[in-house]
């Protein structure tokens, strides 16, 4: 069965700093990957999707995420944190021949000013 | 695009009282998604249609749930009787089915509290 994880319940950054947000799946196959992020009182909006080719893919906000099947993981990354990206975050997989995505249970990222 | 549309936005009620969540998806998406999110829970999938049709109901916690989608731009959440550990955010997604990497688009929520 596919499963996700996100090992981080909350992760703190200094604004400017590199923020990393870590994520791992287990999947059969070859996995699709997703990060969404949710700001208070709003729903989920999508940030970027890895479904094949090159391994690092760039999304929204300038945020970046690394596909690394060896380790399984699929991390969320920023350069340079801004306040603004304080938010929850949410990785999401879903195997070839599975028919749902399942969202992991979220880390809350606080970025200080 | 006006996006996915939820209403009521907030609704408070009693327990025992019959509760309808709606939901309006993005116009062309052929898949339709509804959300829980607690804070205990985080996010789970309740159910999801494709083309109108229910493909997986396994996360709908008991039979007080119940959700239809009589249209494509039309879709149900129904609960009765409702009770306070339904309280929670409800979530509406719509997708246009595109193999297994499409992208989900939510609503904005519907916050449920149930006295």
């Known amino acids: 069965a596919q499963s996700v994880a996100q090992p981080e319940d909350q992760v703190n950054v200094a604004e400017g700093n590199p923020l990393t947000v870590k994520c791992t799946y287990s999947?059969?196959?070859?996995?699709?990957l997703f990060w969404y992020v949710q700001y208070p009182n709003r729903g989920l909006q999508f940030l970027l999707k890895?479904?094949?080719?090159?391994?690092l893919v760039k999304g929204s906000y300038g945020f970046e995420a690394e596909f690394n099947k060896s380790q399984t993981s699929f991390h969320l990354k920023k350069p340079s944190a801004l306040v603004s990206d304080s938010a929850l975050y949410f990785c999401?997989?879903?195997?070839?021949?599975?028919?749902?995505?399942?969202f992991g249970k979220g880390t809350r990222l606080h970025i200080l000013p | 695009d006006a996006g996915v549309i939820q209403s009521p936005r907030h609704e408070v009620t009693e327990m025992g009282q019959e509760v309808t969540l709606r939901c309006k998806p993005i116009s062309g998406h052929n898949s339709l998604f509804w959300y829980r999110q607690t804070m205990m829970r985080g996010l789970e999938l309740l159910i999801y249609?494709?083309?109108?049709?229910?493909?997986?109901d396994s996360g709908m916690p008991e039979d007080r749930f119940s959700a239809k989608m009589p249209n494509a731009s039309f879709s149900t959440l129904k609960i009765q009787p409702s009770e306070p550990r339904d309280s929670a955010v409800y979530f509406c997604?719509?997708?246009?089915?595109?193999?297994?990497?499409?992208?989900?688009?939510f609503g904005p929520g519907t916050r449920l509290l149930v006295l």
């Open positions: 890895y479904i094949t080719g090159d391994n």
């Open positions: 999401a997989v879903r195997g070839p021949r599975d028919d749902k995505i399942i």
């Open positions: 999947v059969s196959g070859n996995p699709y």
């Open positions: 249609f494709n083309n109108n049709v229910p493909i997986d």
């Open positions: 997604a719509s997708s246009l089915e595109g193999g297994g990497w499409e992208t989900q688009y």
